[in-house]
């Protein structure tokens, strides 16, 4: 199990950069279609890697970390995903805001069970 979701994740480490950063850069510049790009292709591979992972095999006792996990990942990319749309839709965009902190201290905190998880079960 955790070498085929270290596998499925591999793929973020390849994410260069902050990626609040590059989004709010696209934001900032919405004519800069090589920031949009970075922005869209962060997106488009948080979502791969989501599907990825909900792909693989859970061991029964690992299906609520796994699930915690891919619930506050899933938050994270939509919020993300959501930052995008600050010109399009500011209200949201500000909400998602004001929440983002608490949205990446669940991830984190998601992954670190996984951790555990990894670590008590010598996986």
């Known amino acids: 199990y955790k070498a085929a979701f270290l596998s499925a994740f591999s793929p ?8 609040l950063y590059i989004v ?4 900032e510049k ?3 279609k090589e920031a949009r790009k970075k922005a869209d292709d962060i ?6 890697i989501l599907i990825d992972i909900s792909k693989i095999p859970v061991p029964p006792s690992a299906v609520s970390v796994h699930l915690t996990f891919l619930n506050s990942f899933s938050a994270y990319v939509s919020a993300i ?3 995008r749309t600050l010109s399009v839709d500011p209200v949201l965009a500000a909400v998602v805001l004001q929440n983002y902190q608490s949205i990446q201290v669940n991830s984190v905190s998601a992954a670190q069970s996984l951790a555990v998880y990894f670590a008590t079960y010598h996986i």
């Open 12 to 19: 973020a480490k390849d994410v260069q950069g902050n990626e």
């Open 24 to 27: 709010g850069v696209s934001v």
């Open 30 to 32: 919405p004519t800069d």
């Open 43 to 48: 997106v488009i591979l948080y979502k791969q």
């Open 81 to 83: 995903d959501s930052i």
